[in-house]
């Protein structure tokens, strides 16, 4: 009978060991997935804008961006043009941005009450939106009062469901 000689650990090793052709499509593979990754769509980094603003109020609704930065070049160098409109017939707000508070105000300067487009502007410096309560309270006259208020007339009849406090039931 013949016995077959055991293995080394060498051409074990040698055995498991994969192929140096087999780690060239690896490689590959990782790659095409790096550059898929790079085609993916991702959230877009919020928009920070670091510049000095300038509010612009009586703006036709239709007006484009670029013809208002073209019109407020003169002051400075214009970082950023928003327009804000509200409807196609009401007149329309933007903002316009300088890199510097100097450049700021000297558009307030040169361009408050001049005529842009047929509407006389008006041109201020921008304010923070407010964040305080009587803000986050809602329209005007709507204080905490308006709403105790409101709160009391609109009683439900509870017996009837008929109404909002108007009927007999409910006084």
Known sequence: MSTAAA???AAVAAAAAPAPAAAAPAKAVSAVA???ADLIPT????VVDTG???FVGNLKP???PDAIKAFFAPAGNVEQVRVI???STRPAFGFVSYATLAEAEKAVALFDKKTFD????????AQPKATTAAAAEGPAGAGAEGKKRNRRTRKVCLVLRCCRGGCQ???
């Open 7 to 9: 293995p080394t650990p």
């Open 34 to 36: 790096a550059a898929a």
């Open 43 to 46: 959230k877009a980094a919020p």
């Open 52 to 54: 000095i603003k300038v």
């Open 62 to 64: 239709k007006v484009a």
């Open 85 to 87: 409109r509200k409807s």
């Open 118 to 125: 047929e509407l006389e502007l008006t041109v201020q410096m």
């Open 169 to 171: 039931s409910s006084k």
